[in-house]
């Protein structure tokens, strides 16, 4: 199988092999090494030098830990959408009685700073921002930093920045601390190349600060808790053992090659993925200023339905791509971060040039 | 190693080999044909006819999923609680609003039914009872049956039975359906024998009813989107693959050994692991009437640090035990749930008898 999704993503037998092995103590010395080292590892990506907290659950329970440490019902927020994710985010802080302000964006565009900025200014000052690095349902990356500048510029003290980063790290560029995110989230089973089930989420002192008056209910998804047992590199519920295995296999070949090595890799193989579409005279729905380098949104053309061709692939050529929706545009998405190589690539295109041929 | 904590439990080798495999579309027919064995399998062992939801989380997301999706801020709950984990649920219910009143019994005794009976029929009618079916902290299985059956001689609606079974389902035997619990809880770390990182929920049609009026916030933990998600075979978010391969592979070993058979098997080694005890001249902590057959909680004489014999276990045999605490006690818990046989208890036995003879 040719797992081309935008996660989960395959997983490298070196890492296969971690996620089977037999379960430990959660309490013990074994576990805590490897916890200790994750979070080690883990500070290297997102670059912070404050808390990363590891915990069991999906991306959006991270997205969830995100707005419910730092938020309190009332609480005025802008949530800044491109995509099905940005909605999601929006959605969740509703959902525990935020005041949330949409403003949302064409699929396949970027959100635009000046935009932003502008929409900050009006109204009564907005306690945070919730947008997303990379919108997984368009292929499309927001430049984080011009965004956390445009928020920043909105007042003293700026709204809380809080960052779906959930397909977007590990793979693509984000300086936590330099840029000023106080909230950064990510899942294991995206560009980490890990099984699902862990979500990662930086927290840094204005979060922390914000915490202690945020009064959004929480208990599984406590960070203050969290924090607590971090300090013996142990979590307050059971953790997700196996998945952590598989993420410590995977960190420590990601740390190996080194960051910047890894950043690299996932532009040329994006940059490779867009061409080889172009190159068959398929189109690409993202903004050609924001593509994508961790998921491709390739558009077939209206003759086509993106269902038929999702099937065959899967049928004749057991190649798994993923879909994806917006008004009109016939389209497929290939995921490519992580454990991908150019030949996965060839692989898809290939496939995809016999069913497109027939 | 001998991990004998009470959860994570030990993995046999065909779960280990099954938790290890690739990663694969949780959007599709592999993924949706392996979700509807686990949740047909699992309805085998809760006894239930309605919905039981499986999602990423430790038990303690399932604990917090019971109560937000049935109860509102301001609900009387009456929390019967026997140790830790009863805390922890009235703790859940508080975060969130509910106004929870406390039946604590004495650590190391079961819940008094005649007295939850007597704490019902005072004041206002509860809106929900929360009680723990096994408290792994010191070795105490509740009387499900009789608890419901006081439960629903309170009045008519009788409050909402919601029931955290996490380290007893698949091992102890609990009627949802007949017995009349709206809501129960497990985990896959416990009897299940498979990795931490799933809950699994229950959700009868009594708490379906409850969930319509619910203002509890959630939207992680909804287990209205999780029954809409489950007519395909789908959860809401991703889920945690590797986790339910495992808990496949050892659902279908359970079911083909057959749910009385795995109650017995318990039964024998819970006995087991007592007799052992009491044969060496040691204590075990749980009221007679109410052992536990998943964990026991053993006493070691006020002359010896359960600290020390619990390092000395692991260092000088490789025998991992579990602590725990109640005042002016040293005890240590041995977890015999899931994947383990007679032989590893013997292995417990042998190791604590060098260790309490040094």
Redesign the interface.
Known sequence: ?N?R?P?????SPEV?????????????PEFEALFGDVVTWLKLFFETEHDVHVF??????GM?AAIVNTLSPGDRVLAVTVGVFGDRFA??AE???AEVTRLTFEMGQAADPDRVAAKLSEGAPYKAVLFTQNETSTGVTNDVLALCKAIQSAGDPAPLILVDAISGLGAIRLQADAWGCDVVIT?S?KAWAA???LAMVSFGPRAQEASQQAR???????LGQAAKYAKRNQT????????LY?LHKSLEGMVAEGPEAVYARHAEIGAYCRQRALDMGLGLFADPDHYSNTVTAVTLGADRSAKQVLAAL?ERHDV?CG?TKAPGVEMIRIGHMGYVSLEDIDGVYTALADVLAS
């Open positions: 199988m797992l999704i996660g989960p993503t395959p997983l296969m092999a971690a996620v089977g092995q037999q379960m430990i103590n959660h309490r013990g069991t659950a999906s991306g959006t329970g969830e959605d969740i959902a525990y009685g899942g089973q099984p699902p089930g959004m209910p929480r208990f599984y998804l406590d307050p519920a059971t953790p997700n053992v196996a998945a598989g899967r798994i879909s």
